[in-house]
């Protein structure tokens, strides 16, 4: 069974690098895309963005100037950073396998709050 | 972006009746490699999402039958047959024809 598990700080401040990471266990980042999607309180699900081994990447372009996403195949993680966030940033962020135009596993979740 | 139009918003349905929602998008969802990238998913309270529902029509392992998803082109509908106590949440549609991919804004599913 696949697994993934978001870590990161649950409080940045407002001009600051959001980052966060996701450890997936049952399978290997080499193989799909993985991605990340986020929920502010609330509200609704937003697609952020997804990255695959062989090198593709989409971000979603409301945020392409401020976003990175990356693979790690060492540690079987990968991680998100998002720069200069706002408080427009709060919301929960769910990392998950991204196959074939859906999410088929998804993380917890992990709720990151910006303010000062 | 696609925009999905999901109604209604707030469903009351009495336990073992059927339940009916409807996923409306902005442009056609079908794919040029033949496939229409429609999903359904449910989110609990306090839970992440969970797929029930891909490519339309196709149930997640461990989904119940009485879950079916149904439609093409730009209309969408996902049926429960008969309303279950655990069946309580929110459920969102989302295309991963087009990216960005979205969702809809959701349909708030309880007991009547």
């Known amino acids: 069974q696949v697994q993934l598990q978001e870590s990161g700080p649950g409080l940045v401040k407002p001009s600051e690098t959001l980052s966060l990471t996701c450890a997936v266990s049952?399978?290997?980042?080499?193989?799909?895309?993985w991605g990340w999607i986020r929920q502010p309180p609330g509200k609704g699900l937003d697609w952020v963005g997804y990255?695959?081994?062989?090198?593709?990447?989409n971000y979603n372009p409301s945020l392409k100037s401020r976003l990175n996403i990356s693979l790690d195949t060492p540690k079987n993680h990968f991680s998100l950073e998002l720069s200069s966030v706002t408080a427009a940033d709060t919301a929960v962020y769910y990392c998950?396998?991204?196959?074939?135009?859906?999410?088929?596993?998804w993380g917890q979740g992990v709720l990151v709050t910006v303010s000062s | 972006d696609v925009v999905m139009t999901q109604s209604p918003l707030s469903l009351p349905v009495t336990l073992g009746q059927p339940a009916s929602i409807s996923c409306r998008s902005s442009?056609?969802?079908?794919?040029?490699?033949?496939?229409?990238?429609l999903n359904w998913f449910q989110q609990r309270p306090g839970q992440s999402p969970r797929r029930l529902i891909y490519?339309?029509?196709n149930r997640d392992s461990g989904v119940p039958d009485r879950f079916s998803g149904s439609g093409s082109g730009t209309d969408f509908t996902l049926k429960i047959s008969r309303m279950e106590a655990e069946d309580v949440g929110i459920y969102y549609c989302?295309?991963?024809?087009?990216?960005?991919?979205?969702f809809g804004q959701g349909t708030k599913l309880e007991i009547k």
């Open positions: 998950g396998r991204d196959h074939r135009g859906s999410i088929d596993f």
């Open positions: 049952g399978a290997s980042v080499s193989n799909y895309a």
């Open positions: 990255k695959s081994y062989s090198g593709k990447t």
């Open positions: 442009q056609s969802l079908a794919h040029g490699d033949g496939n229409t990238y």
């Open positions: 490519q339309v029509s």
């Open positions: 989302m295309q991963g024809t087009h990216w960005p991919y979205t």
